[in-house]
């Protein structure tokens, strides 16, 4: 569906640019696409990032945005398992704010499988492995990450936030 994917594209902008005012405007574009194609799992793993960023920034309460984004992300691995984004997702707000550690280093997992080479899936899962103790395996793929998306500043500050955990 040519809107739902055009829904999709805004709503990535508006994540990707990290700002509140983006960050609240995103989940209205993610919502629209799903309305329009509810198997869209894309847009899920969408609406599901941004709520974690949401409660994370503190732009919502974390006991609002983190169910919500639980639930997106789950339908988004329901309607595609071979999809990164939504293991992702699911892994950040697993680890976020559930603290099950186990079950979000499996999404991880499988994400990076999924995408050896998404700086973003690199990032989030360094992030995950220095804050629970495994700051020196980290670095490599907080440093592939930075080189995989130079202009990132969510790339360059991962990097630095995996070295000082080590």
Not at 36 to 58: N, V
Not at 121 to 126: A, F, G, P
Not at 143 to 151: F, G, H, I, S
């Amino acid at each position: 569906n040519s809107m739902a994917y055009e829904h999709y594209l805004l709503g990535r902008h508006h994540l990707l640019e990290d700002t509140s005012d983006d960050l609240e405007k995103a989940p209205g574009h993610f919502e629209a696409a799903i309305r329009l194609d509810d198997t869209y799992a894309l847009a899920f793993s969408g609406l599901a990032e941004t709520y974690a960023y949401l409660g994370s920034y503190d732009i919502m309460p974390i006991g609002t945005s983190h169910p919500l984004g639980r639930k997106a992300a789950e339908t988004a691995v329901q309607l595609d398992d071979n999809l990164a984004e939504g293991h992702r997702a699911l892994a950040q707000i697993l680890a976020d704010h559930y603290w099950e550690w186990e079950e979000a280093e499996k999404h991880h997992r499988r994400a990076l499988s999924l995408a050896p080479e998404e700086a973003t899936t690199l990032r989030i899962y360094s992030f995950h492995m220095a804050y629970t103790g495994r700051a020196i395996e980290a670095i490599p793929m907080a440093e592939k990450a930075r080189r995989l998306d130079p202009v990132s500043p969510n790339a360059r500050m991962n990097l630095g936030v995996t070295l000082q955990f080590a």
